[in-house]
């Protein structure tokens, strides 16, 4: 790039701006003299827009590698839903564009790219709507409890995701937990890294067991109990 003067473009350009799931290995690196609004210089090198980036992006990666870049870059307020309503038709990449976003709906961006994959991941169990993000728990008198990742009001469901912690996380994630579970009664699933990304059958098919047993409870009437 800086032998050509060029501005850095697709896995790059994904690179440079830090986006969720792209890799320089065998992807193609697009060139080009053409000034892109929103160009800017990363580490020295100029780099397109972000919503450039994506574009070409979409042309090289599948719906579901392509929807954790765009949540990354919603993530980083590098672009809005709306950046891509005028697109042109017969750009590269515009059919699985309009395809993710119509997949994908309005809400707010995830806050991580486990929990993208645990969105991603949730589409696999049938019958299972998409999720509410980041819904905000309050006590009757309207104190706020937490805010949960992921969570299916309707079905009192919700579920925590376990990263990698620092120091003193999971006790203040077992708190929060204790707490929303209190506040709501809801039943709680916790998911890792290492499930959600190693063994993704056996997580979709736990989740899918904590839906019946939401179901379930649901028909019950509810209970004040909430199980891990």
Known sequence: MLASSSAARGGLAGVLLGLDSVVLDGMPVRRGRRVDHGERVIGGVRCVSALR????????????????????????RLVALGSFDDLPRHVPGVRRI??????????????????????????????????????????????FV???????????????????????QPVYDARRQTAVVAATGWLVGRFTWREVVRTPRSSARRLAALVDQARMRSLRGGSAEASA
């Not at 994506?54 to 870049?69: I, M, Y």
């Not at 990742?149 to 376990?162: A, G, V």
């Open 146 to 168: 937490a805010r949960v990742d992921l969570c299916w009001p309707d079905l009192r469901l919700f579920i925590e995701l376990d990263g990698q912690h620092h120091e003193g």
């Open 53 to 76: 980036a994506l574009v070409d992006l979409a042309a090289q990666l599948d719906d579901d590698t392509w929807e954790q870049v765009l949540e990354s870059a919603l993530r980083k």
């Open 98 to 143: 309009r395809r993710v976003l119509t997949t994908r709906g309005d809400g707010p961006p995830t806050e991580s790219l486990l929990e993208t994959l645990m969105v991603q991941l949730a589409r696999t169990v049938p019958g299972l709507p998409p999720p509410v993000r980041q819904l905000v728990v309050t006590w009757p008198d309207g104190t």
